[in-house]
């Protein structure tokens, strides 16, 4: 569902609202709406497939969970300048500190497989330290894909298949803890709202550096006949805290007007 509507707002600029309708009228969003684009459907899937591979015990409440219905075409058209595309991404990732667990939207490359993943279609992407990514596809969202998979669902318990983590029996993954979102590291997108005077770059800049964030890459998009401009900047991998911590400090200053988004990139 939501990548069938990220879809037409990157490939048709549609807006969001428009967009929502447009799918609860062709089947692929319920009538309430908000287990989809609220990310809570792929988190089910997330868990599902982190137990098979980790072992992982986790419930919806213990991992983050975001949607997309704060994403604009603002967003959109910027990731694409970056040189990316924005996907509602289930992600679960082996790192020396633990296991991490999220569902947000997420800026990754172009040129990666996932991204061509466009429509009702979604997939599952491995990534193994010899064999690098391989990727299942298929149909996502509608009647009959959904149908198809709750039916095979249904016989698997009747005839009581089960398949063991990695075809191991428990054990492989023992010991493995679930990463708290704030220590997790990866790339970031900030956009925000500043005023058009000399000085206000350097006070930003400063700020995430006291966070120990270092950019990227930056855009600075003008109004025509107004006094603000809109920042846009990528990071170098960070943690999550350091990131939340320095939001929360450009908020304070008097130069920064209303909420600055944030989005995750996945490289």
């Given amino acids: 569902t939501t990548n069938y509507m990220l879809t037409k707002m990157i490939n048709d600029g ?19 709406p908000t287990f989809d684009v609220g990310g809570f459907d792929a ?3 997330l868990l599902i497939l982190a137990s098979i591979a980790y072992g992982i015990d986790a419930k919806p409440e213990d991992i983050l969970i975001e949607g997309i219905e704060n994403i604009t075409q603002t967003d959109v058209t910027f990731a694409k300048e970056f040189g990316y595309e924005i996907k509602l991404l289930g992600i679960a990732k082996k790192v020396e500190a633990g296991v991490e667990l999220r569902v947000h939207a997420t800026m990754i490359p172009q040129n990666s497989m996932i991204a061509k993943v466009d429509g009702v279609m979604n ?19 509608g009647g009959d894909a959904t149908a198809s998979a709750v039916i095979a669902d249904i016989i698997d318990i009747v005839r009581g298949n ?5 075809g191991y029996k428990r054990g492989l993954e023992d010991g493995l803890q679930l990463l708290p979102i704030e220590d997790i590291v990866t790339n970031y997108y900030l956009r925000m709202e500043v005023d058009d005077k000399s000085g206000v770059l350097a006070k930003i ?4 550096g006291e966070f120990d964030i270092s950019i990227e890459s930056m855009l600075q998009k003008a109004h025509r006949n107004e ?22 400090k450009l908020k304070e200053l008097s130069c920064v ?9 996945e490289k």
């Fill in 257 to 265: 007007h209303g909420d600055i988004a944030m989005m995750r990139i």
């Fill in 205 to 208: 800049t400063t700020t995430l």
């Fill in 227 to 248: 006094s603000s401009v809109k920042l846009l900047f990528t990071t170098h991998k960070c943690r999550e805290a350091k990131i939340q911590e320095a939001i929360s």
């Fill in 162 to 166: 089960q398949a063991p983590m990695l």
């Fill in 14 to 32: 549609a807006k969001y609202d428009e967009i929502l309708k447009e799918a609860q009228d062709l089947g692929y969003a319920e009538a309430d």
């Fill in 43 to 45: 988190s089910h899937k």
């Fill in 123 to 141: 997939a599952v992407s491995v990534v193994g330290d010899m064999v690098g990514e391989t990727m299942y596809y298929g149909a996502g969202a």
